[in-house]
């Protein structure tokens, strides 16, 4: 069983950083792309970045563009979403998922097989 844990989110003013973090383990399993998902209250899951291993291709929102950055360290096989210049309305539950293959569409939910439990990033104005 594949298990996807994110971790790192808590409330914190508008204007500062926050790094979340994600690792899958479990039984032999190797990720071709992790992406990162958030969902507000009352509102529907939405696409935040994605990181495909092959080539290290990055995708994001247009509304995170610029102010969040995905990484991934191999050595802690982790990928990591830094996250600057929070604003009140990125305040969701964040997703992280994992896909076992290469996408040609990162942004879909659909691509990804497994899915964290979510980690809550709540700013404050």
């Known amino acids: 069983q594949v298990q996807v844990v994110e971790s790192g989110g808590r409330l914190v003013q508008a204007g500062d950083s926050l790094t979340l973090s994600c690792a899958a383990s479990?039984?032999?399993?190797?990720?071709?792309?992790m992406g990162w998902f958030r969902q507000a209250p009352e509102k529907e899951r939405e696409f935040v970045s994605s990181?495909?291993?092959?080539?290290?291709?990055?995708e994001y929102a247009d509304s995170v563009k610029g102010r969040f950055t995905i990484s991934r360290d191999n050595a802690k096989d982790t990928v990591y979403l830094r996250m600057n210049s929070l604003r009140p309305e990125d305040t969701a539950v964040y997703y992280c998922?994992?896909?076992?293959?290469?996408?040609?569409?990162?942004?879909?939910?659909?691509?990804?097989?497994?899915w964290g439990q979510g980690t809550q990033v709540t700013v404050s104005s």
């Open positions: 998922a994992a896909a076992e293959r290469l996408t040609a569409t990162p942004r879909l939910p659909s691509a990804y097989e497994y």
């Open positions: 479990g039984r032999p399993f190797s990720s071709a792309a």
């Open positions: 990181l495909q291993y092959l080539g290290y291709s990055t």
